[in-house]
């Protein structure tokens, strides 16, 4: 493991984590970490509770490990993510890795948060619709219908 990649970083750290062999398309994996908790986040990536893309991964018989740690907030690691530049930050990837994040362009992460905030008040609504009274009861009425019958049946049975 590199000795850089176990840094720990005040305002969190989003780190780097190479997947050997690759799984599908899938080469590395990010994720950040709150101050303080780095090691106790990748403890919590060996478990049945850690990222889906970490537990295919063992389950196909591959491994893992931490190549990477940039300081950053959610935010850093989302922009890493969009970057789509995670192998140019690998050093098992690349033989001159980055060292360090790229700055933040406002404009696009005000852009990504307005975006990002409407499909949530989308979904918000979608869920809200979907969850009225008439539509639970329409959608449940055959199956209690049929419930109904099946017990009219049996207690007639049993007398």
Same mark, same amino acid.
């Given at each position: ?20 062999p690759r799984?599908?398309r899938?080469r590395?994996?990010?994720g950040?970490?709150?101050p ?8 919590e ?5 850690? /990222?889906r893309?970490l537990?295919?991964q063992?389950a ?12 950053g907030t ?13 192998p140019s ?5 690349? /033989?001159?890795?980055r060292?360090?994040m790229p700055?933040?362009d ?5 852009a ?10 989308a979904w ?15 959608y ?20």
């Amino acid at each position: 493991m590199n000795p850089q990649a176990l840094l720990e970083y005040i305002e969190g750290t989003v780190y780097v984590v190479h997947l050997d062999p690759r799984y599908r398309r899938a080469r590395h994996y990010v994720g950040h970490a709150d101050p303080g908790c780095l090691r106790h986040r990748l403890a919590e990536h060996h478990t049945s509770s850690g /990222p889906r893309l970490l537990r295919v991964q063992k389950a196909a018989g591959g491994s893992w490990h931490l190549v990477a740690t940039f300081p950053g907030t959610r935010s850093t690691e989302r922009q890493l993510k969009d970057g789509q530049a995670v192998p140019s930050f690998c050093p098992d990837c690349t /033989p001159r890795p980055r060292t360090e994040m790229p700055a933040v362009d406002p404009v696009k992460a005000a852009a990504r948060n307005v975006r990002r905030a409407a499909r949530t008040e989308a979904w918000k609504r979608l869920q809200a619709v979907a969850e009225t009274p008439e539509q639970t009861d329409a959608y449940w009425a055959p199956a209690d219908e049929a419930v109904a019958k099946l017990r009219a049946s049996t207690s007639k049975e049993s007398r």
